[in-house]
Structure formats: structure tokens, C-alpha cells
């Protein structure tokens, strides 16, 4: 089991990222929440890691902290859900708001996710309710952080095409996609910036 990666920050295009570690560069899928806190590529870079191995393939996924990466964990037991579908669920809302509609028995604000039909969002409140009592009790290790030289997270770009394609690898539709990002776009906003405002709107 691979449990945590620390290396230098190679690639970063949501939600795939790659690390190099002594020269070899280790392929790893990440939710949104994590790419907000990534370094400038070229930097180094700490990630709590869940590796999963397929008869087809050998997985690797990334998160900031320890409390994300219990949450996926958490997530790809319920029934229904696989690794994909916990990323979009992680990408397309905070933690602790997700963990507040579990308690709250919220199923409604669950479904606006894509991929969480109606069945599957009554499944996560009553499988994860228990899991989640505790939640809020663990400490969150923040191990990323922005270069102290001030540099920006991502180069500001235009960057809707990318935002756009990021959507679509979580499981939005392309015209979902498309339309989020441009209502939400303005002049000078970074590429995760406008990830993360294009989410916002659709929930």
C-alpha cells in the first residue's frame, strides 16, 4: 500500500496530477479540493495517497489531508459508489458541508452532484451517517501550501477550455460544463479558481 507521496509537483491538470519522486513520476487522480491547494509546478509537494489495484489497472488517488482521504475511503464503501464518483463527490463539495447534509439527512443537496442519482444520495446518508459521527474530532493536517514567494497557484490564464475538460473528467455533461464555467468566468481568474466557481454555481 502506497500511503503517502513527497516529491516535486511534474503536471497538474485536473484531476490528474504527476509527482516526481527520485526521478520517477507517479500518475495521480486528485478532487478539486486538493488541486486548489497545490504549489506552483516544479515545487515540492506532500499527498496522502489511496492506492487501488484492478485486474485492468493500478490506481493511484491524492488527497491534502488525512480527513480527505478518510472521506474517499468512507465514500467508495457505499454501495454504488466507485473511486470516480467519490472525486466528483469530494471536487463538488467541501468536506464538512458534505459531512453536515449526511447528519442532516439532506439526500435532496446530494443529487445536484453529477453521478448521485436519488437512490444513491438516501445511500450515502444512511451508510455514512455512523462513519461521520466522530467527524470534525480529527485533527486536519494540512501538508500543502502555496510557494511562500508569492507566487500564484497556477499561471492566470484564460483557462475555460481546461476548467471545462476538468468538469467533464468528474462526470458533468459538456454543455453543464460549458455553461457553468462561462457564468463564471471573469477577466484575470486562475484555472482553479474558475474550477472551483463553476461548482459552486452548479450546486
Do not use: C
Not at 19 to 44: K, R, W
Not at 54 to 70: P, V, W
Not at 192 to 201: D, T, V
Request: glycine residues 8%; hydrophobic residues 40%; aromatic residues 6%.
Amino acid at each position: 500500500m502506497i500511503g503517502r507521496l513527497r516529491g516535486v509537483l511534474l503536471e497538474k491538470s485536473p484531476p490528474q496530477l504527476v509527482v516526481d519522486i527520485n526521478g520517477i513520476g507517479y500518475e495521480v487522480e486528485a478532487p478539486m479540493s486538493t488541486f486548489y491547494h497545490l504549489p506552483a509546478v516544479g515545487q515540492s509537494v506532500d499527498l496522502f495517497t489511496h492506492f487501488i489495484v484492478r485486474e485492468d489497472a493500478q490506481l493511484l488517488y491524492g488527497f491534502i489531508d488525512r480527513n480527505e482521504r478518510r472521506l474517499f475511503r468512507d465514500l467508495i464503501k457505499v454501495n454504488g459508489v466507485g473511486p470516480k464518483l467519490a472525486l466528483t463527490i469530494l471536487s463538488g463539495i467541501e468536506a464538512s458541508q458534505f459531512v453536515q447534509y449526511v447528519h442532516n439527512g439532506d439526500s435532496d443537496a446530494l443529487v445536484k452532484l453529477p453521478g448521485v442519482g436519488k437512490k444513491t444520495a438516501e445511500r450515502l446518508v444512511i451508510e455514512m451517517k455512523d462513519r461521520l459521527k466522530d467527524w470534525g474530532t480529527l485533527p486536519e493536517t494540512f501538508t500543502l501550501t502555496a510557494p511562500e514567494s508569492g507566487l500564484p497557484i497556477t499561471a492566470i490564464t484564460d483557462g475555460r477550455e481546461d476548467a471545462e475538460q476538468a468538469l467533464i473528467a468528474l462526470g458533468y455533461k459538456p454543455a453543464q460544463a460549458s455553461k457553468a464555467v462561462n457564468s463564471a468566468y471573469h477577466d484575470g481568474i486562475s484555472t482553479e479558481e474558475l474550477i472551483r466557481s463553476a461548482l459552486k454555481g452548479m450546486m
